[in-house]
């Protein structure tokens, strides 16, 4: 019988205007995975960034070896999902965290979500703002209603069985990714929410780890009116389809 494969960890991080982010991100992951042994690579996908992201990206690869951190550039902004199957053929890890560049998303978190996959042997392991002592620091009373109006629009619609479809912080068997890649139609937000109720379709396991979620410090959101629009579309599609 052959020996089980080692675990590695692979973190696709999609970027665009993200190079005063990116360092600090970057740091805090390599930091995270060493103090805890974790075998890891940095997938970096960035899309053209004007803002010099991409110059910041190979100075942190020749930093930290590209064993490490690996670029793997867009010409253009070419939308989320696609980000993550760009990434994912690069990936060698056998479990995979998706998350912001934004410090949104604090690495810390990351050695919780292994540990609740080993316990329950869950196939997706979620971070949720909206359970325990989950919570979101920094926005103003617009933003956290859109965000809770979302989710309660969500839940009530189509039962996903988990308690945060909209957020962006997870851990994946890249195995399950990859097949949840190939089902998801969605693009901008709703991809995230399409995610979980595909998941649910196709009876992988979800647990949960409650995470503090941080408003952005430099760079700005790119939630806009047009993104809501685009998430109600979607979710009414996903409502009519699922």
Known sequence: MAAPRPERLSVLLPTYNERDNLPLVVWL????????????????IDDGSPDGTQEIAEQLEKIYGSDKI?????????????????????????????????LSHHPK???????KQKEGNFDIVSGTRYKGNGGVHGWDLRRKLISRG????????LRPGASDLTGSFRLYRKEVLQKL?????????????????????????????PISFVDRVYGESKLGGNEIVSFLKGLLTLFATT
Not at 29 to 42: A, K, P, Q, Y
Not at 150 to 157: D, E, G, I, Y
């Open 150 to 157: 979302a989710n309660f629009l969500t839940q009530v619609l």
């Open 181 to 209: 890649m190939e089902k998801c139609v969605s693009k901008g937000y709703v991809f995230q929410m399409e995610m979980i109720v595909r998941a649910r379709q196709l009876g992988y396991t979800i647990g949960e780890v």
């Open 29 to 44: 992951l390599v930091r995270t995975f060493r103090d805890s042994g974790i075998d890891f690579e940095i997938i970096i």
């Open 70 to 102: 690996l670029l793997r550039p867009r010409p253009r902004k070419l939308g989320l999902g696609t980000a993550y199957i760009h990434g994912m053929k690069h990936a060698t890890g056998n479990f995979i965290v998706i998350m912001d560049a934004d």
């Open 109 to 115: 978190f990351i050695p919780e979500f292994l540990r």
